[in-house]
């Protein structure tokens, strides 16, 4: 597929970062006029408390408030595993439409079993405002985006191209981070090492912006890139690594790693696009599935 970039586009960029969960989120503004979108937000849980805040979300709001700015979109990358994402409180604060990718179904369906849930819950992405296809393009004010499928870490993840900026959800981590894992139900590494050469075909100067940084070797956290740095420096994939090497790695370094610590409740709201569920009463409930993941 041949998708539209205009590298001529420059957006506005302003990241926030979770320490929390350490998920960078961005408010991305169109330079030409006061609209913007809001991509991966993060809703604050004290899991052991079960206790649900929007400290970060309030953040992006104030912000795009004191700004004067209006809100097209509130995008998810992917159905996050590792944090809750605010779009429900900010769409109620804020308006605009939430998208993800169309293949939300097939996680709808995945963990719609896991988590045993009923007949209410519905398996056909329509908690979502917008189910985007590969190469789907959007507005954000008079600025063009569009959406470039990159299975591999979950079957539906994507990364959108916005100007000359990417925003690679979980894709793809700084260059000495590396890549995401593949061992999540649908993940698989060989598509992962697909989708990261769809990302690479990027213009050499297209600014990458990363969803997670953790920080290797005890640096500073960093989340913004370009295509050529990755090509040549990614570890994982840079310096013309083949697919078979990334496989015979990824799948070695995925059996070593633990479950994300929110991952329980990050499926159960993500796949919902951040609405928590509800046990019969009504009242916000999550489940715990033993021995399922």
Same mark, same amino acid.
């Given at each position: 597929?041949?998708?539209?970039?205009?590298?001529?586009?420059?957006?506005? %960029?302003?990241?926030?970062?979770?320490?929390?969960?350490?998920?960078?989120?961005?408010?991305?503004?169109?330079?030409?006029?006061?609209?913007?979108?809001?991509? +991966?937000?993060?809703?604050?849980?004290?899991?052991?408390?079960?206790?649900?805040?929007?400290?970060?979300?309030?953040?992006?709001?104030?912000?795009?408030?004191?700004?004067?700015? %209006?809100?097209?979109?509130?995008?998810?990358?992917? %159905?996050?595993?590792?944090? @809750?994402?605010?779009?429900?409180?900010?769409?109620?604060?804020?308006?605009?439409?939430?998208?993800?990718?169309?293949?939300?179904?097939? $996680?709808?369906?995945?963990?719609?079993?896991?988590?045993?849930?009923?007949?209410?819950?519905?398996?056909?992405?329509?908690?979502?405002?917008?189910?985007?296809?590969?190469?789907?393009?959007?507005?954000?004010?008079?600025?063009?985006?569009?959406?470039?499928?990159?299975?591999?870490?979950?079957?539906?993840?994507?990364?959108? $191209?916005?100007?000359?900026?990417?925003?690679?959800? +979980?894709?793809?981590?700084?260059?000495?981070?590396?890549?995401?894992?593949?061992?999540?139900?649908?993940? +698989?590494?060989?598509?992962?090492?697909?989708?990261?050469?769809?990302? @690479?075909?990027?213009?050499?100067?297209?600014? @990458?912006?990363?969803?997670?940084?953790?920080?290797?070797?005890?640096?500073?956290?960093?989340?913004?890139?370009?295509?050529?740095?990755?090509?040549?420096?990614?570890?994982?994939?840079?310096?013309?690594?083949?697919?078979?090497?990334?496989?015979?790695?990824?799948?070695?370094? +995925?059996?070593? @790693?633990?479950?994300?610590?929110?991952?329980?409740?990050?499926?159960?709201?993500?796949?919902?696009?951040?609405?928590?569920?509800?046990?019969?009463?009504?009242?916000?409930?999550?489940? $715990?599935?033993?021995?399922?993941?």
């Amino acid at each position: 597929m041949t998708y539209p970039v205009d590298m001529s586009i420059t957006p506005e %960029v302003s990241a926030h970062f979770d320490e929390a969960t350490n998920t960078i989120t961005y408010i991305v503004k169109d330079p030409n006029s006061d609209h913007c979108a809001i991509i +991966d937000s993060v809703m604050d849980i004290d899991y052991a408390a079960g206790r649900i805040t929007y400290d970060a979300a309030d953040a992006l709001i104030k912000e795009i408030t004191d700004r004067g700015l %209006v809100l097209d979109w509130i995008i998810e990358t992917h %159905v996050h595993a590792d944090h @809750l994402s605010a779009a429900p409180y900010l769409q109620q604060k804020l308006g605009g439409k939430i998208g993800v990718g169309e293949k939300i179904m097939v $996680v709808q369906e995945t963990f719609g079993k896991v988590f045993n849930e009923g007949t209410e819950f519905q398996r056909d992405g329509s908690q979502f405002d917008a189910l985007f296809k590969d190469g789907d393009t959007y507005m954000i004010g008079t600025m063009p985006a569009f959406a470039m499928y990159t299975p591999g870490h979950t079957p539906a993840c994507m990364v959108h $191209v916005i100007g000359n900026a990417a925003f690679a959800g +979980d894709t793809l981590f700084m260059p000495d981070g590396g890549s995401a894992r593949a061992d999540f139900p649908g993940g +698989d590494a060989g598509v992962l090492y697909d989708s990261i050469q769809k990302v @690479l075909s990027l213009p050499d100067e297209m600014r @990458l912006f990363m969803c997670h940084d953790y920080g290797p070797n005890g640096r500073a956290i960093e989340w913004e890139t370009t295509v050529a740095e990755q090509k040549a420096n990614n570890i994982h994939v840079g310096g013309g690594k083949t697919r078979d090497e990334f496989i015979k790695f990824r799948t070695a370094r +995925d059996a070593q @790693l633990a479950m994300p610590k929110l991952i329980i409740p990050s499926l159960q709201v993500n796949m919902r696009a951040g609405e928590i569920p509800a046990d019969q009463d009504g009242n916000p409930m999550l489940k $715990v599935p033993i021995n399922a993941l």
